[in-house]
């Protein structure tokens, strides 16, 4: 089966485990994905990323994070930009999400950052996805 959005295919691995309260999910390895996921790793989303050489290809390994009543650390979690439809934010349309409790996570020119270091770098983007 050939896949047409691996970033949301990833992000839908995410969101199903975090269903299922599972420990942790693999998701086949590309560099944004990994850079999505250090992302959300910097934003405490996720409790640790790491990259396994798998064969044939390698694996990326995301443990997903909980509370101490089982609550996830992520309640929503979306893909803003699609392969029919980029969105791109400039440096000053660059909003926090909800007050900046959540996050969204953006490809500048400078690598993958989440929209706080946009914000510090005055940076814009591709708006990947948006974390709640």
Request: charged share 25%; aromatic share 4%.
């Amino acid at each position: 089966m050939s896949c047409t959005d691996p970033i949301a295919d990833m992000l839908t691995v995410i969101r199903n485990g975090i269903l299922a309260a599972q420990g942790q999910v693999d998701v086949p390895y590309s560099r944004i994905k990994e850079g999505i996921a250090k992302v959300l790793n910097a934003e405490g989303f996720v409790g640790g990323v790491s990259v396994l050489d798998t064969k044939p290809a390698r694996t990326l390994r995301i443990a997903l994070k909980y509370g101490q009543d089982g609550e996830p650390a992520i309640h929503h979690i979306d893909r803003v930009s699609t392969g029919g439809r980029r969105v791109y934010a400039g440096r000053s349309d660059i909003k926090p999400v909800i007050r900046g409790f959540g996050i969204s996570v953006i490809s500048t020119s400078q690598g993958i950052l989440s929209d706080r270091d946009c914000r510090k770098r005055k940076l814009g983007g591709e708006v990947l996805c948006s974390v709640k």
